[in-house]
């Protein structure tokens, strides 16, 4: 079967940097997505990593292995605002995406 | 978990042909449903919010007219793509929230569903 796997729940610090995991098994790859989503809000997109290496964008940055099955998203200078799910999803080989349960991030003072 | 299910997963029209696309929730109910669109290698993009027995809210740029969404009850909400062209070749997938009262804001996604018009 097709499964993400991606940690519940994270807590960390403000002005610290997390990283947050996801490993994945799929029928085929054509990308791997982040988002982020405020409770109660539609999700906004991150990241879109298709070929391996590191994508940096602001405070922001996701990391893709294909040959792991894996991806991380990292977040720097962490804020109070950054506080939200972060969803991994990827798209399989029918253009399906697969998404993960999402990780809740909480952020402390 | 909770599981949205959309159906077709694929689909292929000719153009001016409309298509309908459902998105279902199996074992919540769903006040609010989002449907979104995604080009390929872009990002998802909200089209609309909708409520269960009220009009649907249309983002900015969205085609109330080509776009009809229906949210007839708390476990199915349809899009349909008016005569569909090429243009409208898509990956469109849904969202649905629960109820409030367990509401805690999670959304749970559809499988998306392909729309090819030729």
């Known amino acids: 079967g097709q499964n993400i796997d991606q940690p519940t729940e994270m807590t960390a610090t403000e002005g610290a940097i997390v990283q947050i995991n996801c490993t994945y098994q799929?029928?085929?790859?054509?990308?791997l997505f982040w988002y982020q989503q405020h409770a109660g809000e539609a999700p906004t997109f991150l990241s879109y990593?298709?070929l391996d290496g590191l994508e940096e964008k602001g405070r922001f940055s996701s990391f893709l292995s294909r040959s792991k099955g894996y991806s991380y998203l990292l977040l720097k200078e962490l804020q109070m605002k950054d506080s939200a799910s972060y969803l991994c999803?990827?798209?399989?080989?029918?253009?399906?995406?697969?998404w993960g349960a999402g990780t809740k991030l909480i952020i402390k003072p | 978990g909770a599981v949205v299910s959309q159906h077709p997963s694929w689909v292929i029209c000719k153009s001016g042909t409309s298509v309908k696309i459902e998105c279902r929730s199996l074992?919540?109910?769903?006040?609010?449903m989002f449907w979104y669109r995604q080009f390929p290698k872009q990002s998802l993009m909200l089209m609309a919010t909708?409520?269960?027995?009220?009009?649907?809210?249309?983002e900015q740029g969205v085609e109330k007219d080509k776009f009809l969404i229906n949210h007839a009850s708390l476990t199915l909400s349809t899009l349909t793509v008016t005569s569909a062209h090429p243009e409208d070749s898509s990956f469109y997938i849904c969202?649905?929230?629960?109820?409030?009262?367990?509401?805690?804001?999670?959304?749970?996604f559809g499988e998306g569903s392909r729309l090819t018009v030729l």
């Open positions: 990593n298709v």
């Open positions: 909708s409520n269960e027995g009220s009009k649907a809210t249309y």
């Open positions: 999803a990827v798209m399989d080989s029918n253009y399906q995406l697969i």
């Open positions: 074992d919540f109910q769903a006040t609010t």
């Open positions: 799929t029928s085929g790859f054509n990308g």
């Open positions: 969202s649905a929230r629960a109820v409030a009262g367990g509401d805690t804001g999670e959304l749970f």
